[in-house]
């Protein structure tokens, strides 16, 4: 195929092609190609004839090519002309264009030049593409989603979900363990330490003179403080294994700790008020030596360290992802623990509720440290309750649980008159002869105990179903 054909199926071009070569039939004169062998008029052979004389047009372009070529070769000229795209040429196909010259020594007789346009233009049909078929937009089918019935199943929904409980964190040794040993450990050392000490250079009527340990100052404080230190060191423990209401249990703990710290220190300061007071009204003459001893200070470590338990458990304040309390039944505790708080502060046998915060009594003069440390107990006590079952959360179960542990027994021990000089909450009503609780007391305290029980139960049944 010659190369300017190829080269138009190659890049779909039409190509026009110009020969500047010919000759003439030595018998009958006419025009024949140099590359027949017979004249196609006459018939007569063109293979060893000469060339016949070239016309005037002719020998003038031959003498133009003799100029620039040598006499005895003559030069073939192609020219390749880009007249129209027939067919789109592929742009990611790389094209070379080349410039051709071929020149070869022709010998001839005469100089001779004969001129033939030819014009070839051929159609090229598209080819298919290798596994595609031409088809028309209108016939393809519109697009319908599968049917999901005839579908295998492979999650149905609702029987094929578990809901896994909420793992349990592993133990983790936590402050607020810590520092609930140390109280616990201070708690113990108080119980037989010697808390104050008085004396006198001569007998006084009305002063108790010697060293007082925390059974003389009430013989129930000392297993009071050893619960409250229990229970704090127990939610302490539990919530080293993630357990929130174990933080919240320790926290209530540490608080009613705090207030028990607050009683025991009121009460231990008053006694020496009544000793100064007698020493400054007495005729007689004598010196007073007042010695607060170290369980006097253990007493204030106490309350200082339980303090500090309560900060530490509120870092467990949050849910947990556990289910909230009943709200109902976490505000009808929440006003149990005010009653509670408040029982004791309720004035009996003529007494006025100021009482519970000034000295009746023109001859002695009470300390401000026995007024503030029975406000200190009963207001934690509401404290733990109130905002313990007001955030509905297991903490708070905790908090409000452990803010009346200490309370308990001493409203137990007082109701059933256990030990020899038992102390209720707060010590006693204004105006009463007897540490026995207020009626009001008992009435809150019952309703708490119950209500908490009720509130721990239900909380057990959510988080049970939930789990499920």
Not at 81 to 93: L, N
Not at 391 to 408: D, F, P, T
Request: glycine letters at 10%.
């Amino acid at each position: 195929m010659p190369p300017v054909r190829r080269l138009r199926e190659r890049y779909g071009h039409r190509r026009t092609i110009s020969y500047s070569r010919g000759m003439r039939c030595p018998r009958c004169g006419i025009e024949v190609s140099e590359h027949q062998k017979f004249c196609h008029d006459c018939g007569t052979s063109l293979s060893d004839s000469a060339p016949a004389p070239a016309s005037d047009d002719s020998v003038s372009d031959q003498n133009e090519a003799d100029q620039t070529t040598e006499p005895d070769e003559t030069t073939e000229r192609i020219e390749v002309v880009d007249v129209a795209a027939t067919e789109p040429v592929d742009a990611t196909e790389r094209v070379e264009v080349v410039d051709l010259a071929v020149t070869e020594p022709v010998a001839m007789t005469e100089p001779v030049a004969m001129t033939e346009s030819v014009a070839m233009t051929e159609s090229f049909e598209t080819a298919e593409v290798s596994g595609l078929a031409a088809t028309p937009i209108g016939e393809f089918e519109s697009f319908a989603p599968p049917n999901t019935a005839d579908m295998p199943r492979i999650f149905d929904g609702h029987p094929d979900l578990v809901e896994y409980p909420i793992a349990r964190e592993p133990f983790r040794f936590r402050i607020i363990f810590l520092l609930a040993l140390i109280g616990a450990g201070a708690t113990l050392m108080t119980i037989v330490a010697d808390v104050i000490d008085l004396r006198t250079t001569r007998p006084a009527p009305g002063i108790v003179t010697g060293s007082q340990t925390l059974e003389q100052l009430g013989s129930n404080l000392g297993l009071a403080g050893f619960i409250g230190a229990a229970v704090m060191v127990l939610g302490a423990l539990l919530s080293c294994f993630g357990l929130r209401w174990g933080a919240g249990l320790a926290g209530g703990a540490g608080l009613a700790l705090t207030g028990w710290a607050a009683l025991a220190i009121g009460l231990a300061e008053f006694p020496i008020a009544v000793a100064q007071s007698i020493t400054r009204t007495s005729s007689l003459e004598f010196t007073l030596r007042v010695t607060r001893d170290l369980g006097w200070w253990l007493i204030v470590g106490v309350g200082v360290i339980g303090l500090l338990v309560f900060a530490a458990s509120l870092r467990s304040i949050g849910a947990g992802g556990r289910p909230a309390l009943n709200p109902l039944i976490a505000a009808l505790t929440a006003v149990a623990t005010v009653v509670v708080a408040f029982g004791p502060l309720v004035p009996v046998d003529g007494a006025s509720f100021a009482d519970n915060f000034r000295s009746v009594d023109p001859t002695r003069d009470l300390p401000a440290a026995f007024f503030a440390g029975r406000l200190v107990e009963v207001g934690l006590i509401a404290l733990a309750g109130v905002v313990g079952m007001l955030i509905v959360r297991s903490y708070g179960l905790g908090l409000a649980a452990g803010g009346v542990s200490v309370s308990l027994w001493l409203w137990v021990s007082s109701l059933a008159e256990i030990g020899a000089a038992p102390v209720g909450i707060a010590g006693r009503n204004p105006g009463a002869d007897s540490t026995v609780p207020h009626a009001v007391t008992s009435v809150g305290m019952v309703a708490t105990l119950v209500l908490l029980v009720v509130a721990a139960a239900l909380a057990t049944y959510r988080l049970t179903r939930s789990a499920r």
